[in-house]
C-alpha cells in the first residue's frame, strides 16, 4: 500500500502564493508519475498539474499555465505544486494522486488509483 498525505494548504489573499507538498509513504517507488487534481463545490474534480517519474514531462491546466509549478524529489518521495498569483477561481481541495501503471504518463484521472486526503486552498479577496 501506498499513503499520500498533502500539507501545506491554507487560506491566501488573491494575489499570494502556497506551495502545497504531497509525502509519500508505504511501498513507494519513485517510477511512477504524480498528479495534483483540485475539486471545488459544486464541481467535478480536474487535473491541475502532472508530472513524469523522471520529471521530464509536465502537464499543466491551460488556466493555471505560468502560475502553478509541479516539481517532484524522488529521494524524498515527495512531490510539490507552487501556485502563484492566486486567484479567487483557484479556491478548492486540491489532492494529490500517483499513477497505476509505472513510467507511464497519462491526465486522465482513471489512470491515478492512489490518492491523499486532499488539502484546502481557499483564496480569498
Known amino acids: 500500500q501506498v499513503q499520500l498525505v498533502e500539507s501545506g494548504g491554507g487560506l491566501v489573499q488573491t494575489g499570494g502564493s502556497l506551495r502545497l507538498s504531497c509525502a509519500a509513504s508505504?511501498?513507494?517507488?519513485?517510477?511512477?508519475?504524480m498528479a495534483w487534481f483540485r475539486q471545488a463545490p459544486g464541481l467535478e474534480r480536474e487535473i491541475v498539474a502532472a508530472i513524469s517519474w523522471n520529471g521530464g514531462r509536465t502537464y499543466y491546466l491551460d488556466s493555471v499555465k505560468g502560475r502553478f509549478t509541479i516539481s517532484r524529489d524522488n529521494a524524498k518521495n515527495s512531490v510539490y505544486l507552487q501556485m502563484n498569483s492566486l486567484k479567487d477561481e483557484d479556491t478548492a481541495v486540491y489532492y494529490c494522486?500517483?499513477?497505476?501503471?509505472?513510467?507511464?504518463?497519462?491526465?486522465?484521472?482513471?489512470?491515478?488509483?492512489?490518492w491523499g486526503q486532499g488539502t484546502q486552498v481557499t483564496v480569498s479577496s
Open positions: 494522486a500517483r499513477m497505476r501503471n509505472s513510467y507511464y504518463f497519462s491526465t486522465s484521472q482513471g489512470e491515478y488509483n492512489y
Open positions: 508505504g511501498r513507494t517507488s519513485s517510477i511512477y508519475a
